[in-house]
């Protein structure tokens, strides 16, 4: 789907496309743990019929239950920092050795 409209710089237009099967899945499970109601927020962002969304919450849901979460908690009444742990790639660049540059 898409949208035009005329600018002062000509017709612009905009694509508008809805959401994956997948990432409509993962909007749901980020507002609720109830995966029928998962399939229900789904299937409306997506216009397809609840029977054929709720096979693939029911998947979805199966493997994130198989992953763990970790979460470590401190002494009781301190607050819990978020800890970020980033791959930092290292920029290395190749210098001609007969010019120096």
Known sequence: MSEDWNTKYGPRR??????TLEEAIFAAAGIT???QAQAEIASAL???PLEQVLPEVKK????AARTATRV???DQGTQ????VVERRTVR???IDKRTGT
């Open 33 to 35: 743990d109830d995966v």
């Open 92 to 94: 290395r660049f190749n």
């Open 46 to 48: 997506m216009g397809l």
């Open 80 to 83: 819990q920092r978020a800890v």
């Open 60 to 63: 979805a849901s199966r493997v």
């Open 14 to 19: 905009v694509r508008r496309d809805p959401p």
């Open 72 to 74: 470590i908690t401190a």
